[in-house]
C-alpha cells in the first residue's frame, strides 16, 4: 500500500523566514496533493501535482514534484502567522477515490 | 454558505453509547468520505460512497455503519463505542467528474469516549 513519510514531523520557525517540508513515496505517485489544516478545523486543498518536475505557487506557498514522481516538497517563503497548521500531502494509491495521507508536518510560526 | 458541514462539532460520550455523527454537503459533489484522525494527526480513509453506493470500506469495526441518505449527506452511526474510538472525524466530499482527489473536508467532530 502507499506509505507517505513527512519530514520534518514538526517545525517552529521565525516570522520572515523561508522553510520547506518534504513528502516521501514507498511508490511513484500519480498525484500528490497538499492540505493545510488549521489547528482544530478542516483540511484545506492547497495544490495538487501531477507531473515529474511540476512546480506549482500559490500566495507564498511553492510546491514542486520530483522527476522521478516520489518526492514532493512544499517551500513557504516569508513565512507568517497565518502559515501556522499542520501540513499533510495526501496521494492517490493506485485504488479509485482512496486519497492516503502523509505523516503531518506541525508549523509554528513565532513573531 | 459553508461547503461541507458536520453534525455534532463535539461529542463526549461515556463507553458502551451508540451516536452518529452527520455529514452534509451543498457542493453538489457525488461522492463523500469519512476519515479518521488519531492522537498523532495521522488521517486515514474510512468509508468513501459514490452516489449512495460504497466504494471503500477499510479495515474498520463493525460497530461503524455509514449511511448516505442521499448524495449530499453521509452519515456514521458507531454502535457500543470504545475508548479507541476517541478521535477528530473528518467529512470529506468530492466530485467524481473532475478531479476525484480535490476534496474538501467539513470542519471535523471530536469525539471523546469516556
Known amino acids: 500500500s502507499q506509505e507517505l513519510e513527512q519530514s520534518p514531523q514538526s517545525l517552529i520557525v521565525q516570522e520572515g523566514k523561508n522553510l520547506t517540508i518534504n513528502c516521501t513515496s514507498s511508490?511513484?505517485?500519480?498525484?500528490l496533493y497538499w492540505y493545510k489544516q488549521k489547528y482544530g478545523e478542516g483540511l484545506i486543498f492547497l495544490m495538487m501535482?501531477?507531473?515529474?518536475?511540476e512546480e506549482k505557487s500559490h500566495e507564498k506557498i511553492t510546491a514542486k514534484l520530483d522527476e522521478k514522481k516520489q518526492q514532493s516538497s512544499l517551500h513557504i517563503t516569508a513565512s507568517q502567522p497565518s502559515h501556522a497548521g499542520i501540513y499533510l500531502c495526501?496521494?492517490?494509491?493506485?485504488?479509485?477515490?482512496?486519497?492516503?495521507f502523509g505523516t503531518g508536518t506541525r508549523l509554528q510560526v513565532t513573531l | 454558505d459553508t461547503a461541507v458541514s458536520q453534525t455534532p462539532k463535539y461529542l463526549v460520550t461515556q463507553m458502551g453509547n451508540d451516536k452518529s455523527i452527520k455529514c452534509e454537503q451543498n457542493?453538489?459533489?457525488?461522492?463523500m468520505y469519512w476519515y479518521k484522525q488519531d492522537s498523532k494527526k495521522f488521517l486515514k480513509i474510512m468509508f468513501s460512497y459514490n452516489n449512495k453506493e460504497l466504494i471503500i470500506n477499510e479495515t474498520v469495526p463493525n460497530r461503524f455503519s455509514p449511511k448516505s441518505p442521499d448524495k449530499a449527506h453521509l452519515n456514521l452511526h458507531i454502535n457500543s463505542l470504545e475508548l479507541g474510538d476517541s478521535a477528530v472525524y473528518f467529512c470529506a466530499s468530492s466530485y467524481s467528474g473532475g478531479d476525484p482527489y480535490e476534496q474538501y473536508f467539513g470542519p471535523g467532530t471530536r469525539l471523546t469516549v469516556t
Open positions: 501535482l501531477q507531473k515529474g518536475g
Open positions: 495526501g496521494a492517490y494509491g493506485g485504488t479509485a477515490s482512496k486519497l492516503t
Open positions: 511508490k511513484t505517485l500519480y498525484g
Open positions: 457542493l453538489g459533489h457525488d461522492t
